[in-house]
Every structure is written in C-alpha cells, then in structure tokens.
C-alpha cells in the first residue's frame, strides 16, 4: 500500500502542498485530481522522492521510498523528456538497466515494447526524428519496461489523439491486469472515470475529496431527475417533491434536482397517475460534475 | 553502485559516439603540430627584454662588454673576478644572467650564468659580444675571422633540478606542451559535463532520471565517464607527442636548432615522475572544474545560455593558464608559489613548479591537500545546485538565490 501522510512542500515563500494524504492499496488504480497549480506534481514527486515533503511522510508497504525502492516505480512526467539523439531501442534499453533489467531480459523487453506500441520502423532512429505521439510512446516504454510496482504517470493523454489515446488506456489495463498500482493524473475526465477505482481531489494544495466513485457520489447531496413528457401536469408533481428545483427543459424531457434521499420509487408512482411518463432517470453524478462542484466549493 | 556503472556506462558510449568529441579528438592530433612551434614563438624574446646582466671580469674586458651588451641588457653590476655566481646572487641584483669574461688564446671565453630554464639571453648575449671577441681575436694568428665571429658562450644552469641548460629547456618544452594538454583536456571536457547536464535539462529528461536513481549518481556518473574519456584522449595525444618524438629525433637530429622540437622533446624528456603529477593533477582540476560546471549548467533553461553562465569559470582557467606560463619562467617567485596553493589555479599553476624547479615536499604535501579539500567542498555545493537546479524551471535564477541553494 502506498501512504501519504499530511505532506507538505514549500518552495521559499510558496506553498505548493499545504496537508494532502491519501492511502492507495496495491494493484489499483488511482486518479489525482485538481486544477493547474493544485500540487498534483508536486506531490508526485514527493511519492518518487524527487523531493523531500517538509512535513509528513510517504511510505510504499510501511517503509520509507529509498532508492531500491524508486527502481520498481514508474513515472512518466507531465513535461516529456528524451535523448534526442539516443534511438528509440536504445532508450527503452537504458531506462531498462537503470532500474535493474539485465540481458537477455532487457532486449527481450525492449522489443516487445516496440512491437506492443507498433514503432518498430522506428527502432533504429532517433527520438528527435520521431513525431510527438511517437515519443510520447517511447516514454510510455520507458517508464514501463521494468514492470514497475507503482506507475505515476502525470497528465498521461495530454498530446495524444484519440488512437493512441485508447492504445495507452489499452497498456495501461494491461499493467492494471498485471496487478501494477497506478496513479495517473488527468483532465480527461471521463478516461479517469473508466480506469481508475479511486479517486483524490485536490485543490490549493490540500484534500478536498477522495474515495472511490460510488463514495463520492454517495456524498453528492442531489440527483439529477429527467423525466418526459416535460408536460405541465409531470412538473407539477415534480415541484411538489420536498427541495426539488428545476434545471433545465430540452427535447421534450426536463430536468429537476432533486435530494438524494428522495423516494424514487414513489415520485414515478405518482408521475404516471398524473400522465404518460415515457422516461423516468435518476441521474448519477459525473466524474466532471463532482469535480466541478468540489473545486467551486474550494475557491 | 549500479546506477553509478549504467549512468558512467550509458554516458561514455553517448559521448564518444558524438561528433564534437570524435572532433575534438583529430583537432588535438593536429593541434600538437601547431603547439610544437609555438613555444620558441611565444617565449622568444619575452625573456631577454628588460633582463639584468652582471658583468664580471677583468675591468679591461668588462667596460667594453657591459656598452656592447647595453643595447639588449641592462647592466645592473660589472664585478672584478670569475667567481661563479649562486642563484641568490642573481636574485639579489635582480639579474637573470651572470656573464663572465676571460682573454683565451682564441680571443674571448665567455661562461654566462643564469637561473632561467628556457631563454634565448645566451644567443643574444654571443651576438652583442661577437665584435669584441673580433677585436680582441685580431692579435691571435690561429684565429680566423669565421671563429671570431662566431662566438660559442658556455651556458652554465643555476639550478639544483637541471644540470644543464639543455635539460632545463627540454623540460620547459614538455612542461609547457603538457600544460597546454591540462588546460585543452581540463577545460573542453568540463564544457562537454556542463553541455551533458544542460542538455538532460532542457530535453526535460532530468526529471525522469532523478526519479529513477539518485542525483548524486547522476552527477558523478556523468563526471567519471567524461574523465575517462579526457584520459584516453591524453593517452592518445601524448602517445602520439611520443611517436612524433621518435620519429623527429631521426629525421631532425641534423637540423639547425631554430627552436624546440616538442615532439622531440616529449621523446626524450617525459619522466614517470611528471607523467604521474600530470595524472593526479588532471584528475584534481578536472574534477573541481567540471563539477562546478555541472552544478550551474543544472541552473539553466535554454542551452542558449550555456555561455553566459560558462563565462565566470572560464575566467579564472584562462588566468591560470596564464599564470602558469610565466611560473614555468620562474617557478619559485613568492606569487607563483602562493598561487599554487589556490583552488583552480593550483593543478596549473603547482604542475609548472613540479616540472621547473624542486618543490618542497611540505609544499606538494599542502597543495595537495588544498585540492583533495576543494574537490570534496566542490563536490557537496555542486550536489546541491544540481538536485535543486534539475527540476528548476522558468527564469534563471540570480546570484541571490545560487547563494541561498547552497546555504540551503
């Protein structure tokens, strides 16, 4: 299990990370939310050890990240980095060796990577001469060619268009299978929501929500109704329900939010004694909207 | 120790696979043509103008040879006697040569003293003194004029560490030729470590090798492989200096003495003793240098600013280049001896007195030590810059902030 506890990090008069904790339990998959500037990197780094919290402590199955320790994680920064004149083969097999590979198994996996991300006419290039998506896959191999334990990756879909997109979500299943514990961040909303099993919002350097979605949405206080017909007669049952609001009307249907704990089961009852309802959903909160409202109630 | 051995590994092939290296490698072959003709250039003359000489002899033969030698010379003493002189009465005068004259049955024996290894004072002096030696040489029936003309000083060397002149000048050949080897390898190969650093900086690779191994086996893998790819480079270029010696002490051996021949030379006059001073002292300066030059390439954004900030390093190198040169002229002046102890100017500046003169052993003791202490305080401000300076982006930090990440 992964553990942040209450860390903190300045940076002179700047704090970056005010008190953020969390527990990730191994081989899951876990989202860092929160806006540009809301520490997200920062407290990646202190999970790799690239910086030292001030305050707190993180620990990888109770013991303190020390360096044989970072040779089983992953990361794949926001801000990409490779050799530019390295060729691709090369830089899988040396990020390989740096975290422990030897031969044979280095070029073993080395080429399966290649053929894996399909840039195997590329192998025997240079990075430079690769195109942007390509690169980005070359890191992907190199933060993943050890098999790590943990893999960060910070903001791993920005620059990809939505092939290599769904080939990454691909990988990163497979490593998920392979019971590797991720930590990804992301704006990507709903690629978050389909890969991972927990969740942390973060803002201005400090926990604002976590745990897993059915947790969040668990702690949404409103539902979202859409019913249809939006007739007069189906609004005025709708307004009738205790703290219901309308939101809003389209194509026929309209929206109320409504308290969590309302009786479903009873408002359609009497929903379709009043007309000829045709839809009836109570609608979950997005990803989106809970991490909208969460940043808005922070600010 | 693995992180170490996959970073100095990965490092050398990268580097001697590159271009500037493989470059700089034929462009040193080829520079030690240039260099082997340099010195007599360089020093010829530089020496002798404003040298002091002192006159010894009989009155009769002084006081023409002190007006004739006033042209080139200033005449600081003529003494009566043939004496010869110790260094300190040279130093005393302020003198570097000591000439003393006697009648002989082929006109004018001449002996000149001095305490300099390399000058071209004894030419210049039989030059001046040539007409006397005619004129002194017309009462002689055996002389012809050929021979009076032709005037053939003996040159004695004060020194305890030569006992000639002509060892004197075969060792400030090979000593100038290997400074020159200590600045090229010192200085290019610390660029190329700051080049390395600022390229992994500004290719944002940084951040994903620190993440995997420690900072501190970044920086020293990166330092090691570049010395020993400095090393080969000497190995090569001095094996080649040796070649050309070999072969020139065959093809030149009859050829007019119009200067040193370094290849010559290096042939003949490299000692272990010299060679393993050169070593250690290159190690030592490299790794003062090239460990500073790491810290504060961590520190910039764009390989754009790799001179601007290479600048201040490069200075005092090139002063004590400088310094150097002139210790080799005279090796146990106060100043010289003083700055053999600085940081930085000491491999240069120390390696110059080894070659020249007999440094105290309490004084190779001390600067010795002086260095071993600089590269470790060295070694502990450039971890700092560079743990701190790798994930350091946007502007360039100024010297406040430099100072306060090394109080830090």
Redesign the interface.
């Given at each position: 299990m992964l553990k942040v506890d209450h860390v903190r990090k300045e940076f002179g008069k700047v704090r970056a990370v005010s008190d953020v904790s969390f527990e990730i339990p191994k081989g899951i998959t876990f989202g860092l939310l929160g806006p540009n500037g809301a520490g997200k990197t920062t407290s990646m780094?202190m999970i790799?050890?690239?910086?030292v919290p001030d305050a707190g402590s993180v620990t990888w199955d109770g013991g303190a990240v020390d360096?044989s320790m970072?040779?089983r994680?992953g990361?794949l920064?926001e801000?990409?980095?490779?050799?530019?004149?390295?060729k691709v083969a090369d830089q899988i097999s040396?990020?390989g060796?740096?975290?422990?590979l030897v031969e044979p198994e280095i070029t073993r996996r080395t080429n399966a990577w290649i053929e894996r991300l399909g840039i195997g006419a590329y192998a025997g290039r240079p990075c430079a001469e690769l195109s942007k998506g390509n690169q980005q896959k070359v890191?992907v191999a190199?933060?993943s060619v050890h098999e790590p334990e943990l893999l960060i990756l910070d903001e791993p879909f920005s620059g990809l268009d939505p092939v290599n997109a769904d080939m990454l979500l691909a990988i990163l299943r497979d490593l998920q299978a392979k019971g590797t514990t991720l930590v990804l961040s992301s704006h990507q909303m709903w690629q978050l929501e389909a890969l991972c099993d927990r969740f942390c919002i973060i803002t201005r350097g400090e926990n604002r929500a976590s745990g897993s979605l059915a947790e969040l949405r668990a702690a949404w206080a409103t539902r979202v109704l859409r019913v249809a017909p939006g007739s007069d007669a189906v609004r005025a049952v709708l307004d009738r329900i205790p703290g219901a609001s309308f939101v809003a009307s389209d194509s026929g249907a309209v929206d109320y939010a409504v308290p969590a704990n309302t009786d479903f089961r009873g408002a359609l009852k009497t929903l379709v004694e009043a007309d000829a309802v045709v839809r009836f959903d109570a609608i979950e909160p997005s990803l989106h909207d809970i991490y909208i409202k969460t940043i808005e109630e922070a600010a | 120790m693995?992180?170490f051995i996959?970073?100095y590994s990965?490092e050398f092939l990268?580097r001697i696979r590159?271009r500037p290296y493989q470059i700089g490698f034929i462009v040193g072959i080829l520079g030690i043509y240039a260099m082997a003709k340099l010195p007599s250039l360089m020093v010829g003359g530089m020496l002798s103008a404003g040298s002091g000489v002192v006159v010894a002899g009989a009155p009769s033969l002084t006081a023409p040879a002190a007006k004739a030698l006033a042209g080139d010379f200033k005449i600081v003493a003529t003494k009566p006697g043939l004496a010869p002189p110790a260094i300190a009465d040279l130093k005393g005068r302020d003198a570097a040569f000591w000439v003393t004259l006697a009648r002989s049955k082929s006109g004018l024996d001449v002996t000149i003293y001095s305490d300099k290894a390399k000058s071209d004072g004894p030419s210049t002096i039989a030059g001046d003194l040539a007409p006397l030696n005619v004129q002194l040489g017309a009462d002689v029936p055996a002389a012809t004029a050929a021979n009076l003309v032709d005037l053939k000083p003996r040159v004695v060397q004060l020194s305890t560490k030569f006992s000639n002149s002509k060892d004197a000048t075969a060792t400030w050949a090979v000593a100038y030729t290997l400074i020159m080897f200590l600045y090229v390898l010192i200085l290019v190969n610390s660029q190329l470590v700051m080049s390395s650093v600022a390229?992994?900086k500004t290719?944002?690779?940084?951040?994903?090798?620190?993440?995997?191994?420690?900072p501190v086996a970044l920086l020293y893998g990166k330092v090691a492989s570049a010395a020993t790819l400095a090393v080969l480079q000497m190995v090569v270029w001095i094996g080649f200096a040796i070649l050309l010696g070999i072969a020139g002490s065959g093809s030149h051996a009859a050829a007019a003495p119009s200067g040193p021949d370094i290849g010559v030379l290096l042939g003949g006059s490299l000692t272990l003793g010299l060679i393993a001073a050169f070593v250690a002292l290159f190690v030592l300066g490299f790794l003062q240098l090239s460990l500073l030059f790491a810290g504060m390439g961590s520190l910039i954004n764009r390989t754009e600013d790799l001179g601007s900030i290479s600048a201040p390093l490069i200075i005092p190198v090139v002063a004590a280049l400088l310094v150097s040169m002139a210790a080799l002229g005279n090796p146990d002046a106060t100043w010289v001896v003083a700055l053999s102890f600085v940081p930085i100017f000491s491999p240069f500046v120390l390696f110059a007195r080894i070659a020249m003169t007999d440094v105290p052993t309490l004084q190779l003791v001390l600067a010795f030590a002086v260095n071993v202490a600089a590269v470790i305080a060295i070694s502990a401000i450039a971890g700092k810059l560079y743990r701190i300076g790798m994930?350091l982006?946007g502007r360039a930090p100024n010297l406040k902030q430099v100072w306060q990440v090394i109080r830090s």
């Open positions: 780094r790799l050890g690239i910086l360096g970072r040779r994680f990361y920064p801000e990409r980095g490779l050799y530019g004149k390295m040396f990020f060796r740096l975290h422990g890191q190199c933060a | 693995n992180d996959v970073v990965a990268r590159s390229e992994e290719s944002r690779i940084a951040e994903l090798l620190v993440a995997s191994i420690s994930l982006y």
